[in-house]
């Protein structure tokens, strides 16, 4: 006999546990409804992505960015988010809308919000997405990247804290392993969600889990959150909506985010009426590693560079300004695709890596993670390596160091894809970019660009070396690393009005339905437009699964 069907009711069902679902959740905890939260993984994976983030938020006009020296305004951040958006289709009005309503959120009441749950923030604002172009192209005219005291965990627990009172004192439900196949629709009306129980799972966080059906259940519920990510982990989904601008897609990529960001939640939503749009917007980054230690398939871990390695393609040709560390992603990722070659190259020295690298997540910076202020001077302030980057120059296959140019050539041509590097050619970018250093004045764009950096206090403190010869011996060794796609985000989804209730294709609201974090493209079904600025992923999630959990509890 079939297992019998679990059936339950709720005011408001919240489907994804991920920092939008939480906020969701405890939002309307908090408005007194009762709110049960469904997710297809063990409980042990509660907090989603956002829990695996390094915990960058961006604010406009912070007291951390006032302290240190930048004059930044929520007109300077508008310029930037739009020139980066570049919206351009019929679409993008409800985008549009959510963009000028989380630059409000950002340079007003984010912060302050934040802060009342007991969020701190490292004091040294950093500068991700530098454009490199006009004033109205991509990117971030001032730094606006603040990371989290806690990084990612950080950010998701008091909203975990606050969901975890609710399920206490009985007003919230918790069930993992539910994975949801349908939404309910009744005259019009979405009432609720049901699907496959799943086995029991004791998967460690991240660690993808079985997918056995035991059962089946349906929910009843006055008003349904999807909040259940993109389609990062599902290489077929994002190889479906590659777009053609930025070339074909690659044969070969790496994962930044768990399996589970499977992007089945989209099928599930249109099935029911919701609108999806900018599919084809995405988020993927260049600067991937394999991960030696890896937690879900085909782990890749992404380097945060500082702007001073020299960013050679797969035949050894150094990129074109501004296509430096660090300034313009997606820039970055169609000119590689032009190339014809999944992989690309830093070549650095040991005084550039001790100073500028840093590795994306939670679980790469235990410092931060751990609120550790001894561990962090140490980390940033000392000298060598920290202990994560450290781990991947000893163990990572991606790593090539040695003393000599020479042995360190054959050993980048010794890795997958190496036959491909002109050893001459590499040598010629290498010599021609050092003769540039012994000038207080330069014609290399990067150069340039390093000393603007140094006269931002931030960036002199822990985040850009000295200029220097990189093949002086005294700064060596010399290394390098093999960069990989690393696929993460996606910026479309279902479109939503700006109380985040989902829209159908005639542009109206869907009665019952409401949609936050990645699977809205983070609001509204775009908010980013085709670029982000960093640090608005997270922000994101924030900010519409607050504004859709207040919504949906106010309707029930």
Excluded at 7 to 31: K, M, P, Q
Excluded at 115 to 120: A, M, Q
């Amino acid at each position: 006999m079939p297992p019998a069907l679990a059936a339950h009711s709720t005011d408001v069902l919240v489907i994804g546990w991920g920092l939008a679902g939480l906020v969701a959740a405890a939002e309307a905890v908090a408005a007194g409804k009762r709110v049960t939260i469904v997710d297809q993984e063990p409980r042990s994976n509660l907090g989603g992505q956002a829990w695996w983030s390094f915990g960058g938020l961006f604010f406009v006009d912070s007291p951390e960015q006032k302290r240190m020296g930048i004059k930044d305004s929520l007109d300077l951040a508008r310029q930037d988010w739009f020139g980066n958006a570049a919206f351009d289709r019929d679409e993008d009005a409800w985008p549009r809308r959510w963009a000028e309503a989380y630059l409000q959120f950002a340079h007003e009441e984010k912060r302050a919000w934040l802060r009342e749950k007991g969020v701190g923030f490292f004091p040294i604002v950093g500068w991700a997405e530098r454009g490199g172009y006009s004033a109205i192209g991509p990117g971030n005219s001032v730094p606006r990247f603040h990371v989290t005291w806690g990084t990612g965990p950080g950010v998701v627990a008091p909203f975990q804290a606050a969901v975890e009172a609710g399920e206490a004192q009985g007003r919230l439900t918790i069930l993992p392993r539910h994975r949801v196949t349908g939404l309910t629709v009744m005259g019009g009306t979405v009432t609720g969600a049901e699907g496959d129980i799943l086995a029991p799972s004791g998967a460690a966080r991240g660690v993808a889990s079985s997918r056995e059906v035991v059962g089946s259940f349906s929910i009843e519920a006055g008003a349904t959150v999807v909040s259940s990510g993109g389609i990062g982990g599902n290489h077929d989904l994002v190889r479906k909506w590659w777009p053609e601008r930025l070339g074909t897609a690659p044969n070969t990529m790496i994962t930044g985010v768990p399996a589970y960001v499977d992007g089945s939640m989209q099928t599930v939503s249109a099935a029911a009426g919701a609108n999806l749009i900018n599919g084809d917007r995405m988020w993927h980054y260049v600067e991937g590693i394999q991960n030696w230690d890896p937690v879900w398939p085909d782990h890749g871990i992404r380097i945060l560079p500082g702007p001073s390695s020299v960013w050679l393609d797969a035949t050894g040709t150094r990129l074109p300004v501004p296509l430096f560390p660090g300034f313009d992603t997606l820039g970055t990722l169609a000119h590689l695709r032009a190339t014809g070659h999944d992989h690309s190259w830093f070549v650095l020295s040991q005084q550039i890596i001790e100073k500028e690298f840093t590795l994306s997540g939670s679980e790469q910076n235990p410092d931060l993670t751990g609120k550790d202020v001894r561990l962090l001077a140490k980390s940033r302030l000392g000298k060598g390596a920290s202990g994560p980057v450290q781990a991947f120059m000893d163990k990572g296959v991606d790593f090539v160091v040695r003393d000599t140019l020479d042995d360190l050539i054959a050993g980048m041509k010794a890795l997958p894809g190496g036959d491909a590097l002109d050893a001459d050619r590499v040598r010629l970018e290498l010599q021609a970019r050092d003769r540039e250093i012994d000038n207080d004045f330069t014609k290399d764009a990067q150069i340039a660009m390093l000393r603007s950096a140094r006269s931002y206090r931030g960036d002199r403190l822990i985040r850009t070396a000295t200029p220097h010869r990189i093949l002086d011996p005294a700064s060596g060794p010399l290394i390098a690393v093999k960069l990989h796609i690393v696929t993460r985000k996606s910026l479309g989804g279902i479109e939503t009005d700006l109380s985040g209730r989902a829209l159908g294709a005639s542009g109206e609201p869907i009665p019952g339905l409401y949609a936050a974090g990645e699977a809205s493209g983070f609001g509204g079904g775009g908010v980013h437009g085709y670029r982000a600025l960093e640090g608005t992923f997270l922000g994101g999630c924030l900010f519409s699964g607050r504004t859709a959990g207040r919504a949906a509890a106010g309707a029930v």
